[in-house]
């Protein structure tokens, strides 16, 4: 990263604005930079496709909240260490509710006195050549970080009126009765600490609008499974000269990074044992010949909708018989939780079909100290020991999506077209586990895919990877004889 050699004075009321080895600038250089500069090309600005979608979803808040104000924040930057900071990714709900954001820009949905809203975004205006802060500002200054959209691309792009974020204050004073998105920009909750009203009724009511998606979410959705489809390709092609787990992670972020926004949560690459937990990612472990991989990866596309999938290959290219074995009873729970995934079936009815098939094949392997219908009761459930999880979560603009659902809603809830979620059943035998035969002992198996209900069941969104242990050996070798070509 460069240092700043001339100074910044930057925004007084920002104290990221200078870092501690920033120079103030004299004062006729401060003279000399706010003088001479002609009116900067400006880029050619659409609206954002489903803009009619997004309008409807505003329209929807509008009528939930009648008569108060609504804040929404799209977030503001997050500090990695000291002075520096993570990629910006906006709220979620601001995404759902506008389709791209900026940090420190605000979606206000102002009452009118006739009923219903008008929707306002609130975002930086454009570079002012004629103030200093273009270049002392090293959060917002066009030479440090390029430059804004401003508010007549806003405008444009989004379908919704543009004000300078400066005038928030104003307008969030103006109002005593609303529902503000707290925890997300602490200037926000300060602004609108007199602003009283049901809050965490917004962040449910978002959550749960999120249950079902529409037709460009589900679009959205699909072109980040075909993203991942194609990093899971990278990862197969770098396997041979891979060493480590971390090899595996950089072959499937190239594919993210280059064609979304980021990956959509931390890549769990576990080799070997590794693959036993959960949520391993470290990835510093090596990759041999002989052992699995289990990659749990997604892309998140640069509309910010993530995949999650998941695929567990045999490094070498095949599978051993008792890795085989592992993996094919895995594959059978996956099957059986799509086949339950329908339409007025509830959340759960994926899990229980998954689990019943775990578990019986847990006990024809004499793993089980019980029968698999013992197993199965509620007050048993010995065969989590080795399952550890469920077998669904929605999916979305966040890889565990509609989180503040209400409990009723999602986990009791039913199912319904237009639901996005994961089937996702594992198996995982840990190293040191005494009640299982040695030969398996540090197999872990998992094997997700990411599927919309329809009208009559599911489609699966990630059918384009192979899953069936024999696909997987064939798209393997077919993907290295296409390398050696």
């Not at 100074?7 to 501690?20: E, I, L, M």
């Not at 900067?40 to 104000?69: C, H, N, W």
């Not at 709900?93 to 605000?106: I, S």
Request: aromatic letters at 6%; charged letters at 25%.
């Amino acid at each position: 990263m460069i240092e700043e050699t001339t100074s910044a004075a930057g925004d007084p009321g920002n104290p990221k604005a200078r870092a501690k080895h920033d120079r103030i600038p004299p004062a006729a250089l401060l003279e000399f930079m706010t003088t001479g500069w002609e009116e900067p090309e400006r880029p050619t600005v659409s609206p954002i496709s489903g803009v009619d979608l997004y309008q409807a979803r505003r329209q929807a808040v509008s009528k939930r909240f009648p008569g108060m104000l609504v804040v929404v924040p799209s977030g503001v930057g997050q500090t990695r260490a000291n002075d520096t900071e993570y990629r910006f990714r906006p709220s979620t709900d601001f995404l759902y509710l506008v389709g791209e954001g900026e940090p420190d820009e605000v979606l206000v949905l102002e009452p009118l006195p006739g009923g219903g809203h008008v929707a306002r975004l609130y975002a930086e205006p454009e570079a002012d050549f004629s103030r200093s802060e273009f270049f002392t500002d090293r959060v917002k200054g066009v030479f440090w970080v390029g430059p804004r959209r401003g508010l007549a691309a806003t405008s444009t792009r989004f379908g919704v009126e543009a004000s300078p974020v400066a005038e928030l204050k104003s307008t969030l004073h103006a109002h005593d009765r609303g529902v503000v998105l707290r925890g997300v920009d602490p200037r926000v909750d300060a602004l609108a600490q007199d602003v009283a009203g049901p809050d965490q009724e917004l962040q449910i009511h978002l959550s749960e609008m999120r249950l079902i998606k529409d037709e460009l979410e589900v679009d959205l959705l699909q072109e980040a499974v075909d993203l991942t489809r194609l990093a899971f390709e990278d990862v197969v092609s770098a396997l041979p000269e891979a060493q480590t787990e971390r090899d595996v992670e950089v072959a499937f972020f190239r594919r993210a990074r280059s064609q979304g926004h980021d990956t959509g949560y931390m890549t769990i690459a576990a080799a070997g044992s590794h693959a036993t937990i959960l949520h391993w990612s470290h990835n510093t472990g090596q990759v041999r010949p002989g052992d699995l991989l289990l990659l749990d990866a997604g892309v998140e596309s640069n509309r910010y909708y993530t995949a999650d999938v998941t695929r567990t290959l045999p490094i070498n290219g095949h599978f051993n018989a008792p890795q085989r074995r592992v993996y094919e009873l895995v594959w059978r729970a996956q099957q059986a939780g799509f086949a339950a995934v329908r339409p007025g079936e509830d959340f759960l009815a994926p899990n229980r079909a998954a689990q019943a098939v775990l578990a019986r094949g847990l006990e024809e392997m004499g793993i089980l100290p019980v029968s698999a219908e013992e197993s199965l009761r509620a007050d048993s459930q010995l065969h989590q020991r080795y399952t550890l999880h469920g077998v669904s979560h929605m999916l979305g603009l966040d890889v565990h999506d509609c989180a503040h659902s209400r409990q009723e809603n999602y986990l009791e809830g039913r199912l319904q077209p237009g639901m996005v979620l994961t089937v996702e059943p594992g198996l995982y035998f840990q190293p040191h586990d005494g009640t299982v035969p040695p030969e398996l002992r540090g197999i872990g198996v998992r094997i997700e895919d990411d599927v919309v209900v329809t009208q009559d069941g599911c489609r699966v969104l990630s059918a384009g990877l192979p899953s069936h242990p024999d696909q997987v050996e064939a798209w393997m070798a077919e993907i290295w004889a296409g390398r050696r070509r």
